[in-house]
């Protein structure tokens, strides 16, 4: 088995919690009030990163000659919540807002934890998922941060 080798069903998991977690922030955004750009900026920040991280793991999926996925979770065997994150966008304040997007990414953190546990991931593909998932636990702690200082 070469070290290339990747498991695209694994692969195909990130790449929909990260499109569900653009939609996430999408609606976050949609939600913010007007002086609320700060949160805006550091959301669409949020969003090209999830870009980018489609992109590393579409070119991986690709590579193995599967089909990729394009669209939002619906089912699968790692536990996603941002779909159910996108739903209870209520209350309109910062802090309503900034829980409900912490609570999506503890939802990333645990499907890219439940990926690492893959045994039959490839050198390559283990380091690529371990980039991500600290990546985006540095979002996750700025956003749990943002959160905490809210009054």
């Known amino acids: 088995m070469s070290n290339i080798t990747v498991n695209p069903e694994t692969l195909n998991d990130l790449i929909q919690i990260n499109n569900d977690r653009i939609a996430g922030y999408e609606k ?28 590393a793991l579409a070119t991986a999926v690709q590579g193995s000659g599967t089909e990729l996925e394009t669209g939002t979770t619906t089912s699968g065997k790692i536990y996603r919540a941002w779909m159910d994150v996108k739903a209870v966008f209520t209350g ?49 702690d ?10």
């Open 142 to 151: 700025e956003i749990k941060a943002l959160r905490d200082s809210q009054a």
């Open 28 to 55: 976050a955004i949609e939600e913010l009030k007007a002086e609320d750009s700060d949160l805006k900026a550091l959301f669409v920040k949020m969003v090209g990163q999830s870009h980018k991280h489609k992109l």
């Open 92 to 140: 309109h304040d910062r802090k309503a807002v900034l829980s409900n997007c912490e609570a999506g990414e503890d939802a990333a953190q645990k499907a890219y934890k439940t990926a690492l546990e893959e045994e039959s991931l490839s050198a390559d593909t283990r380091a690529l998922i371990t980039e991500q998932k600290a990546d985006l636990r540095a979002s996750h």
